[in-house]
């Protein structure tokens, strides 16, 4: 059974940074390609990243919303992705959650693609 985990959301003020993590158990994370989206209350989803597998093109994309401030990034090694968030602001605040399924490579479209596994996700709020 593929269960994605999210952590690392939390409160933060205007202008910081937060650092999301998504662990996966019962599926190796490394060798597919992985989105992270994010739906705040009334929204709807909103595909932020998504990183190809080191084994293929190893691509990142990034929505325009959050490009230069979002960092998507794998530790191999732990089996982990990765979302650095900085430069927070108040229209970052939802609930965000990583997805994967069996592609390597992100998908043209990848931002309103229905990955076949996704996280509970975890909140962001940004305010002061």
């Known amino acids: 059974q593929v269960q994605l985990v999210e952590s690392g959301g939390g409160l933060v003020q205007p202008g910081g940074s937060l650092r999301l993590s998504c662990a996966a158990s019962g599926f190796t994370l490394n060798k597919y390609a992985v989105g992270w989206f994010r739906q705040a209350p009334g929204k709807e989803r909103e595909g932020i990243s998504c990183i190809s597998s080191s084994d293929s093109d190893g691509r990142t994309y990034y929505a325009d919303t959050v490009k230069g401030r979002f960092t998507s990034t794998r530790d191999n090694a732990k089996y982990t992705v990765f979302l650095q968030m900085n430069s927070l602001k108040p229209e970052d605040t939802a609930v965000y959650y990583c997805?994967?399924?069996?592609?390597?490579?992100?998908?043209?479209?990848?931002?309103?693609?229905?990955?076949?596994?996704r996280g509970q996700g975890t909140q962001v709020t940004v305010s002061s």
């Open positions: 997805a994967t399924d069996w592609r390597t490579n992100c998908l043209p479209g990848w931002y309103g693609y229905e990955f076949d596994y």
